[in-house]
């Protein structure tokens, strides 16, 4: 089945610091998710992308829907404390209901 | 964000055990989704539901039996569980039109469950 792969696994940054993370599939996909998660919570949406080629922001977020359309990228600018957490792709093939999620990369922010 | 709800936060059972575990979405969604995050593996669907209608079971087994009364509320009746089902289970809705594209899911916060 379609399998997302996300990297780098986790990462240790210091807090300032630019994060990059991205996405990556064999399969083609029309819908680009990403999500974040808080320990004991759910995955809470930051980015949906539609299109390849898109580049949304949501304030120090941008995420870029890469134009192969087998690929998403996610990056955070000048990283604070509150950015700790496990960041999800996901993504939907043309007009399925259903997505397929990442396995998540892991963000620690150091002080 | 108040959206998707889920209740009990946290629960404990044995595995003779009864036990249903409740969502709730006040989005005004017609599909709500059943998922399972084990730790350190992606999380993985176990059931959609489309206009009340199941439209998936992903192969899950039947001591996780899903109940939709309508297009709010969703419940996971659990029973006779193994340790094994520990787990977050997530609870999701999202907007769904046949022949659009996919629509977001939303998640509620999650049930941590815990299986003696």
């Known amino acids: 089945g379609q399998q997302l792969n996300q990297s780098p696994q986790s990462m240790f940054i210091q807090e300032g610091e630019d994060v990059s993370m991205n996405c990556t599939s064999s399969s083609i996909f029309n819908t680009w998710l990403w999500y974040k998660q808080d320990p004991g919570e759910g995955p809470v949406l930051l980015i949906a992308l539609y299109k390849a080629g898109e580049l949304t922001s949501n304030g120090r977020l941008t995420a870029q829907f890469g134009i192969t359309r087998k690929d998403s990228f996610l990056n955070i600018s000048a990283s604070i404390p509150s950015d700790v957490g496990i960041y999800f792709c996901?993504?939907?093939?043309?007009?399925?209901?259903?997505?397929?999620f990442g396995p998540g990369t892991r963000l620690s922010v150091l002080p | 964000e108040t959206g998707v709800t889920q209740t009990p936060r946290h629960l404990v059972m044995g595995m003779t055990n009864k036990k249903s575990l409740k969502c709730e979405q006040h989005?005004?969604?017609?599909?709500m989704y059943w998922y399972k995050q084990s730790a350190k593996k992606p999380l993985e669907l176990m059931f959609v539901?489309?206009?009340?209608?199941?439209?998936e079971n992903n192969s899950v087994p039947s001591r996780f039996s899903p109940e939709c009364p309508n297009s709010s509320h969703l419940f996971l009746h659990l029973h006779t569980l193994q340790p094994e089902d520990s787990a977050l289970y997530l609870c999701?809705?999202?907007?769904?039109?046949?022949?659009?594209?996919?629509?977001?899911?939303?998640f509620g916060p999650g049930t941590r469950l815990t299986v003696l």
């Open positions: 539901y489309n206009f009340k209608e199941q439209t």
């Open positions: 999701a809705s999202s907007q769904w039109t046949s022949g659009s594209r996919t629509d977001t899911q939303y």
């Open positions: 996901a993504g939907a093939d043309n007009y399925g209901q259903n997505f397929v």
């Open positions: 989005l005004g969604h017609n599909a």
